[in-house]
């Protein structure tokens, strides 16, 4: 396994928005390669099709999986934190997890704002922002 989580993670928790402070411990989208928003241009990019959505992830986390896939698979679990995946991982509760990391690269990746399973979910499908796509949730109150 490749785990670059070490290497990524201070940058993702250094990312700020200009004009909002959320505190030190909250994690702000990445949307410049270290987010699930960039997963659509990659998956596009490693299978060789025309490129759906923005910009792919980091070359780093990329660069790894190398050249020549074919298949794809995308597992979404809704809600898990990486410091759960790595919990799990440790002690053993889910060899599968281990299993499958082993064979790829481990990097955190933040979602999208806001990160309501409506808004990533749409990302994911389209590789646009919630700005963009505008499902930001599953009701929206308008006066």
Not at 2 to 8: K, L
Not at 16 to 41: E, H, K, M, T, V
Not at 86 to 109: H, N, Y
Not at 127 to 139: A, F, L, Q
Request: proline fraction near 7%.
């Amino acid at each position: 396994m490749i785990n670059i989580i070490a290497d990524r993670l201070p940058d993702i928790k250094a990312q700020r928005i200009g004009g909002l402070d959320l505190g030190q411990n909250f994690i702000y989208p990445n949307y410049d390669g270290s987010s699930i928003l960039n997963i659509p241009a990659s998956i596009c990019h490693l299978l060789g099709v025309p490129g759906l959505g923005g910009s792919g992830l980091a070359p780093e986390i990329l660069a790894p999986l190398g050249d020549g896939i074919r298949h794809l698979i995308v597992i979404l679990m809704d809600g898990l934190a990486l410091h759960r995946l790595q919990r799990w991982m440790e002690d053993g509760a889910t060899p599968i997890w281990k299993k499958l990391a082993g064979e790829g690269v481990l990097a955190p990746l933040t979602s999208v704002s806001p990160s309501t399973t409506s808004s990533a979910i749409t990302s994911l499908w389209t590789g646009r922002s919630p700005k963009e796509h505008g499902i930001v949730g599953y009701e929206l109150w308008l006066k």
